[in-house]
């Protein structure tokens, strides 16, 4: 799993001197066991979801 991070330069104007900060998560899970032989075809069956946390630093 990956972390994603992205900071914003504009905050920092808005916060006086302050930054906020971005917390990405990409989940992808594999549903069935046949993905191993659909791989060879480039398919499958997957779920994927984004979860993110905002944290503000002062």
């Known amino acids: 799993m990956r972390l994603f ?4 330069s504009s905050s920092k104007e808005n916060n006086k ?3 906020n900060r971005a ?4 989940n992808v899970y ?3 066991p046949i ?3 659909l791989y060879w ?6 779920h994927s ?8 630093i002062l």
């Open 49 to 56: 979801g984004i979860e993110g946390t905002l944290h503000f």
């Open 5 to 8: 991070s992205r900071g914003s």
């Open 17 to 19: 001197g302050g930054s």
């Open 23 to 26: 917390l990405l998560y990409l």
């Open 35 to 37: 993905n191993s032989y």
């Open 30 to 32: 594999d549903l069935t």
């Open 41 to 46: 075809f480039g398919l499958g069956i997957f």
